[in-house]
């Protein structure tokens, strides 16, 4: 059975880097027959997919135009886990995230999804 | 980007009978080569992540039970609770997969009358 924990502080000032980490058990990070996705929900943009990071032969990432150049996912092996990076964050920034896992068999269909970890912008 | 919309965006129905929300996506999302829909839909309640119900517009995913069900094709896909219970209260929505960047639709609420 594959779990996501994730862990970050929920609260970061304007301006300041949102870091939080998605640890996989029951997977690898490195499969190629699976992609690891970070998602946001607020009630002003709704669910909002942020990006993914996956190994087909070597890492690729792909991320939302929305975040593009403030978003960095990256996978760690050693750990068996990966991670979201938002730099330059705002109040609009505000919101739950998620972490969560998709597999060939179901296409880009989300499976798999952290517990969620409500961050908040604010000074 | 694919923009996902789905009606109602509330809906009351009595215990045991019929729920129908509607999906509809503005460009289509069948891959005709493997002639498939890339289209899932989930089941949140509050303070849970959402839950994966159906993929491939009408796969159930396992452990799901079977009065939920999906259909459509292209750009028309409709998600059929056939007899609801207590537990099917939740916000619903449809996702595709088509393409990047993914998008959802902006939820249906589904409550008991």
């Known amino acids: 059975q594959v779990q996501l924990q994730q862990s970050g502080p929920g609260l970061v000032k304007p301006s300041q880097t949102l870091s939080l980490t998605c640890a996989i058990s029951?997977?690898?990070?490195?499969?190629?027959?699976?992609?690891w996705n970070w998602i946001r929900q607020s009630p002003s943009r709704g669910l909002e997919w942020l990006g993914r990071?996956?190994?087909?032969?070597?890492?690729?990432?792909d991320y939302a135009e929305s975040v593009k150049g403030r978003i960095t996912i990256n996978p760690d092996t050693s750990k068996n886990q990966f991670s979201l990076q938002l730099t330059s964050v705002t109040p609009e920034d505000t919101a739950f995230y998620y972490c969560?896992?998709?597999?060939?068999?179901?296409?880009?269909?989300?499976?798999?999804w952290g517990q969620g970890t409500l961050l908040t912008v604010s000074p | 980007d694919i923009v996902m919309t789905q009606s109602p965006d509330s809906l009351a129905v009595s215990l045991g009978e019929r729920a129908t929300i509607n999906c509809k996506s503005s460009?289509?999302?069948?891959?005709?080569?493997?002639?498939?829909?890339?289209l899932a839909w989930y089941q949140q309640k509050p303070g849970q992540p959402p839950k994966l119900l159906i993929y491939?517009?009408?796969t159930r995913e396992s452990g799901v039970p079977d009065r939920f069900s999906g259909s459509g094709s292209g750009t028309d896909f409709t998600l059929t609770i056939s007899s609801l219970r207590a537990e099917d209260v939740a916000v619903y929505y449809c996702?595709?997969?088509?393409?990047?960047?993914?998008?959802f639709g902006q939820g249906t609420k589904l409550e008991i009358k």
């Open positions: 969560a896992r998709t597999d060939d068999d179901r296409g880009g269909s989300f499976h798999y």
């Open positions: 029951g997977d690898s990070v490195s499969s190629n027959i699976v992609a």
């Open positions: 990071t996956y190994y087909r032969s070597k890492w690729n990432n």
């Open positions: 460009q289509s999302v069948l891959h005709s080569s493997k002639n498939k829909n890339y």
């Open positions: 491939w517009a009408s």
């Open positions: 996702q595709q997969y088509y393409n990047t960047p993914r998008t």
